[in-house]
Structure formats: structure tokens, C-alpha cells
């Protein structure tokens, strides 16, 4: 497929686990954005890739979130020790060149914690 | 500190009529502002934007106004479909970083 994917799609864990979430943006796209939507919120920024730069980190909500970008494509961000409030609907989306141009999204994994 | 709202968590228009969607704004050095459209069960898409030198843009049955001095956006969709019906999000750009609206449902009813 030509668009951003993301898997899972539905994540479901215990209080305390860790998970892992994977965005594939699309081919050709160097920058890459994490974002999470919780219930009747906006989207949250969370985390930024543009190349081979240093990451902007400066939208993780604590050091339990950390993310990484493998050869300038595929994403994982982690969750560690998960808590209820991380239930959410987390957002991956690439853009060609710089930050200017047009975002585009994944359809999201929606973590619930129990 | 909410620096983007969209105070209208829902609206419904009927078919074929204008659906007016608006977008404040608090943060001037905002210099683009975007539109994108939400379905149940997938991401955002894109659908119209703006820069902050434009008072207005037009894309089909979308036009989006900017009013700087009101720090005031919002989208106009003509005639309304109903494949309109979605979750519509505003966005304001600052450096690369998207700052997001709650949201606004809009629902069209035939």
C-alpha cells in the first residue's frame, strides 16, 4: 500500500506491561511524527523524526515513552510500565521533505490499559 | 493551555445547506493553519489549508477564511454531502509542530 501504516491496530494490556507500536511511513518520506489522541481531545505531539537528525523528544509525557527510527523508516515507539491514563489512540504520520509539507496519517492503534 | 480550540463539539446541518465550522486561535506566531477530516477507525486526512499572509482559500465545495486580527478560522463547506459527515479537526502550524483542536463532529443530515 502506497499510504502510512500501523500495527496493531487494537492493543489491549494489563497495567505495568510494556508495548510496542510500529508505524511504517510511506516510502520516501524523511520525517516522521508520533501523536496520541486521548477521548475528546486534539492530537497530542509527541515525538519527531526528520532524517538522520537528533529527534525532538520534547512531546513525551515522561520517560516511560521513547521511540526510535530504524534506518531512516520504520518507528517503534514504546510504552513501558504502562498506566491507565496511557489508554489512547496513538497517531503516526510522514511528510515528504520538511516539516512543511502536508502531514500524512496511519489509522492509529487505540491502546487500552486495564 | 489550550492555544487552538474549536468550542462546537458537534453540528448538524441538512443536506445541501452550508455547514460552518470555526477555529480560535490564541498563539500569533502561528504562520499556517490546516483543516483535516476525520473518519471512525482511521487517521486524519488533509483536507484544505491556509497560510497566515491569506485571508482566504478555496478548494471546491471547501473555502477556508483566516481573520488574523480576531485570531478567527473557519471552513466553510457548500453545498454539504453527506460523506461530509466526520470528525473535522483544526491544526495550526508552529515550526514543524502541528498544535490540534478537539475536534468538531459534524453530522449531515439528508
Known amino acids: 500500500g502506497a499510504g502510512v501504516s500501523q500495527s496493531p491496530s487494537n492493543k489491549v494490556t494489563e497495567k505495568g506491561k510494556d508495548v510496542e507500536l510500529r508505524c511504517d511511513p510511506i516510502s520516501g518520506h524523511t520525517a516522521l511524527y508520533w501523536y496520541r489522541q486521548s477521548l475528546g481531545q486534539g492530537l497530542e505531539f509527541l515525538i519527531y523524526f526528520q532524517g538522520n537528525s537528533a529527534p525532538d523528544k520534547s512531546g513525551l509525557p515522561s520517560d516511560r515513552f521513547s521511540a526510535e527510527r530504524t534506518g531512516g523508516s520504520v518507528s517503534t515507539l514504546t510504552i513501558q510500565r504502562t498506566q491507565q491514563e496511557d489508554s489512547a489512540v496513538y497517531l503516526c504520520a510522514s511528510s515528504q521533505t520538511t516539516p512543511q509539507e502536508t502531514q500524512y496519517f496511519g489509522p492509529g492503534t487505540r491502546l487500552l490499559v486495564l | ?110
Open chain 2, 1 to 110: 493551555d489550550q492555544q487552538v480550540k474549536q468550542n462546537s463539539p458537534s453540528l448538524s446541518v441538512q443536506e445541501g445547506r452550508i455547514s460552518i465550522l470555526n477555529c480560535d486561535y490564541t498563539n500569533s506566531m502561528f504562520d499556517y493553519f490546516l483543516w483535516y477530516k476525520k473518519y471512525p477507525a482511521e487517521g486524519p486526512t488533509f483536507l484544505i489549508s491556509i497560510s497566515s499572509i491569506k485571508d482566504e482559500n478555496e478548494d471546491g465545495r471547501f473555502t477556508v477564511f483566516l481573520n488574523k486580527s480576531a485570531k478567527h478560522l473557519s471552513l466553510h463547506i457548500v453545498p454539504s454531502q453527506p460523506g461530509d459527515s466526520a470528525v473535522y479537526f483544526c491544526a495550526a502550524r508552529s515550526n514543524y509542530q502541528l498544535i490540534w483542536g478537539a475536534g468538531t463532529k459534524l453530522i449531515i443530515k439528508p
